[in-house]
């Protein structure tokens, strides 16, 4: 039997508006899905009639399905001859591991192609928070930066989704999370060495 194709495709911020024509496209033609929880029913009411649906969904400290396990299902299935979509929130190698699934198939030599999302700065704040991060960690975030152009706003990350609404920023925008993103915030010329540790998110 001919193996078959994996597709892994960013489902976006939620609204199915904001899913890509390739997207749409991809899940039209499945004739099976594994998707995430982030994922919600106005999306996978797209899912053709009789299609395969396999929920792997997982939340913080709570992974019902594990990697390896979801791993294991895509290339079981495409080995099958099944045109598989691996659907998730947002875009696929954002928090969505699927660097690690798009490895797996290129070991087990099955063909795929990565469908990005679009995503939103309110999806990496939940799960920033939900993986552990402290909702009041400092947050600034630089549009154009080291250009005439550059423009920026600092908040806590809980607060940083309206921050950035009333920022208007009209190009890409650097995140840089931590507590050396309080210096900004707090305008304090004091620093400790062990709190300059940043994550820094291209978004």
Known sequence: MKVGKVYLVGAGPGDPELLTL??????????????DRL???SILTMIRDGVTRINVGKRANFHPVPQAEINEILVRLSRAGRTVVRLKGGD????GRGAEEAAELEAA????EVIPGITAV??????LIAHG?????????VCQGTTAREQRTCAQLEAL?????GAAFTGPVLFI???VAGLALERSEHSNAADTRTISIVA
């Open 109 to 112: 030599g099955i063909p795929y």
């Open 39 to 41: 994922v919600p029913e």
């Open 177 to 179: 999370i931590g507590r």
């Open 161 to 165: 989704p309206a921050a950035m609404r």
């Open 92 to 95: 696929p190698f954002i928090f």
């Open 122 to 127: 309110e999806e990496i704040v939940r799960n």
């Open 133 to 141: 991060v402290p909702a009041g960690t400092p947050v600034l975030a």
């Open 22 to 35: 390739k997207a749409i496209r991809a899940i039209g033609e499945a004739d099976a899905v594994v998707y």
